[in-house]
């Protein structure tokens, strides 16, 4: 993945407010990926960095508040933009987000900020954003390229 792929309509005319964040791709033994289901839709889990936080720091704050789990964070996949705005245009975003090989940890106490869905690939186009999909099928075509060279 790369910091010049970009998904999403860029508009000249407006100003977009910039985010990072960091997200894990997470599969079961299914072949499943986790997801986390919010108001507004389906998400890899992860999310923004707040300042003065790494990438992996991020990452496993995220998690644990949205899936109430420990994470293991792996390999860094890569970087890539998404542009968005709101259905009623009031805010648009220039999400900058990373990406990381992960798998659950221990299971925490507490109520998870979301609930964790498992998707399979198939049905990755419910996720909301154009670069969750890529990164999903980046990361699952990889892993069947990787399986067919070490038959």
């Not at 990926?33 to 389906?42: L, N, T």
């Not at 923004?48 to 992996?56: C, F, H, P």
Request: net charge negative.
């Amino acid at each position: 993945m790369s910091e010049d792929l970009k998904f999403g309509s860029f508009n000249p005319e407006v100003d977009y407010r910039r985010r990072a964040g960091a997200y894990a791709v997470i599969f079961d033994e299914q072949g499943r990926f986790a997801s986390v289901k919010a108001r507004k839709g389906f998400f890899l889990p992860g999310g923004g960095i707040e300042a003065g936080e790494s990438l992996e720091e991020t990452l496993i704050r995220e998690v644990r508040e949205e899936c109430a789990h420990e994470v293991i964070v792996g390999r860094f996949l890569g970087s890539a933009i998404q542009y968005h705005s709101e259905s009623n245009g009031s805010r648009h975003w220039e999400f900058h987000c990373s990406y990381f090989a992960a798998e659950f940890g221990t299971r925490l106490d507490g109520q998870p900020e979301h609930e964790l869905i498992w998707l399979e690939l198939s049905e990755a186009d419910q996720l909301k954003f154009d670069i969750h999909r890529w990164a999903i099928n980046q990361v699952s075509t990889a892993t069947v390229r990787e399986r067919l060279e070490t038959q």
